[in-house]
């Protein structure tokens, strides 16, 4: 869409944003499309006109799509060989196993450079054509402007520009995946990333989601979380490692996840450490929730339980790897020389 509309060149298109000391860009997803604006208070009313154009008349010139595709392919034939790009693709699918068809279906990096080879201008301004809209948006503005002027412009601008295809949100789910191991060796790479992880049923607005955040900032949120000093800091096992918690917004789907980057050699022994560090913390969590539900009657008990669950749910699909009492989905990327 920023490459040309039907007045306007990619070229000209740039030099006005120049001289509007402007930054217009577009990201989008399966889910729907973000304009973003970055101006000065004074240029952000003409910014507004010029994304609107850019977004309402984009003109989908051939030469343009031949250079993105040549950007898109560079870049994804580097993933094919990228192990941490390998391992967290590889985990996407087995987690949040859509069909094939479906916009949220994650393809795998070859998946992706056959529809970037296959697509044509054709298709994409047809679907454009039919899924392209304002009717169902929203308008965020930080900084320094009129509120009134803003909305009263962008209803102007916008008011006729609908799609012709109905509007219907993309749900989400936890598809509760069985859990599994999957190594894949990557030829003449010397690192292995390991990823592992669960989903499950949690909204951002659930009583138990602060629990679930503070829990995740104590194992691996950050380098002086347990799961950093133990196994980067102490063991000395793993180039980076971390974990990570998340929650739906509009749907019951969270989740939990980790990975560490490590040499192959050590891999068993950071699985081991990382998945000792979950078991310790959820034993120690459990077994303080007892003690001060037995001891303090009321609110506080309450409070403390919720942490409880929402640590006692990261185990409530585990099954025994290598004595581990923890294990989940894991996807290892292993680079090893050949």
Same mark, same amino acid.
């Given at each position: 869409?920023?490459?040309?509309t039907?007045k306007k060149s990619?070229?000209?298109?740039?030099?006005l944003?120049d001289?509007?000391?402007?930054h217009i860009?577009?990201?989008t997803?399966?889910t729907?499309?973000?304009l973003h604006?970055?101006?000065?208070?004074?240029k952000?009313?003409?910014?507004?006109d010029?994304?609107?154009?850019?977004?309402?008349?984009p003109a989908?010139?051939?030469?343009q799509?031949?250079?993105?595709?040549?950007?898109?392919l560079?870049?994804?034939e580097?993933r094919?060989?990228?192990?941490q790009?390998i391992?967290f693709?590889?985990?996407?699918?087995?987690?949040?196993p859509?069909p094939?068809?479906?916009p949220?279906?994650p393809?795998?990096?070859?998946e992706?450079?056959d529809?970037?080879?296959?697509?044509?201008v054709?298709?994409?301004?047809?679907?454009y054509?039919?899924?392209?809209g304002?009717?169902?948006?929203?308008?965020?503005?930080?900084?320094?402007?009129?509120?009134?002027?803003?909305?009263a412009?962008?209803?102007?601008?916008?008011?006729t520009?609908t799609?012709?295809?109905?509007?219907k949100?993309?749900?989400?789910k936890?598809?509760?995946?069985?859990?599994?191991?999957?190594?894949?060796?990557?030829?003449?790479?010397e690192?292995?990333?390991?990823?592992?992880?669960?989903d499950?049923?949690m909204?951002d607005t659930d009583?138990?989601?602060p629990?679930?955040?503070?829990?995740?900032?104590v194992?691996?949120g950050g380098t002086?979380?347990?799961?950093?000093?133990?196994?980067?800091?102490?063991?000395?096992?793993?180039?980076?490692?971390q974990?990570?918690?998340?929650?739906g917004?509009?749907d019951?789907?969270g989740?939990?996840?980790g990975y560490?980057?490590?040499?192959?050699?050590n891999l068993?022994k950071a699985?081991?450490s990382?998945?000792?560090e979950?078991n310790?913390?959820?034993?120690?969590r459990s077994? !303080? *929730?007892?003690? $001060?539900?037995?001891?303090?009657? =009321?609110s %506080?008990?309450?409070t403390? &339980? #919720?942490?409880m669950?929402?640590?006692? !749910? *990261?185990?409530? $699909?585990?099954?025994?790897?290598? =004595?581990? %009492?923890?294990?989940s989905r &894991? #996807?290892c990327a292993?680079?090893?020389?050949r």
């Amino acid at each position: 869409m920023a490459r040309g509309t039907k007045k306007k060149s990619y070229q000209e298109l740039q030099d006005l944003e120049d001289q509007l000391k402007a930054h217009i860009w577009i990201s989008t997803d399966a889910t729907g499309m973000t304009l973003h604006i970055d101006t000065l208070r004074d240029k952000l009313a003409p910014a507004l006109d010029l994304a609107t154009e850019i977004l309402t008349t984009p003109a989908f010139p051939d030469k343009q799509l031949e250079l993105i595709k040549q950007e898109q392919l560079a870049s994804l034939e580097q993933r094919l060989q990228d192990p941490q790009a390998i391992a967290f693709n590889t985990f996407q699918q087995i987690t949040t196993p859509w069909p094939k068809g479906d916009p949220r279906h994650p393809e795998s990096t070859q998946e992706q450079i056959d529809a970037v080879k296959k697509v044509t201008v054709g298709e994409i301004a047809a679907f454009y054509k039919d899924f392209a809209g304002a009717g169902h948006g929203e308008l965020v503005v930080i900084g320094d402007f009129d509120p009134a002027a803003i909305s009263a412009q962008v209803e102007k601008l916008t008011s006729t520009w609908t799609s012709k295809k109905a509007y219907k949100r993309l749900d989400n789910k936890p598809f509760g995946a069985e859990g599994t191991q999957k190594s894949i060796d990557v030829k003449d790479k010397e690192n292995t990333v390991l990823v592992l992880g669960h989903d499950l049923s949690m909204r951002d607005t659930d009583a138990d989601y602060p629990a679930w955040e503070m829990v995740n900032q104590v194992l691996g949120g950050g380098t002086g979380a347990r799961l950093w000093m133990r196994i980067r800091e102490k063991e000395g096992l793993s180039y980076g490692v971390q974990s990570w918690v998340y929650a739906g917004a509009l749907d019951d789907a969270g989740g939990f996840g980790g990975y560490a980057i490590v040499a192959p050699q050590n891999l068993a022994k950071a699985k081991a450490s990382f998945l000792d560090e979950i078991n310790k913390m959820i034993a120690a969590r459990s077994r !303080r *929730a007892s003690c $001060r539900a037995r001891r303090t009657p =009321g609110s %506080r008990s309450r409070t403390r &339980a #919720s942490v409880m669950t929402a640590t006692s !749910r *990261a185990c409530s $699909r585990t099954s025994c790897s290598a =004595g581990a %009492r923890w294990t989940s989905r &894991a #996807s290892c990327a292993r680079r090893s020389r050949r």
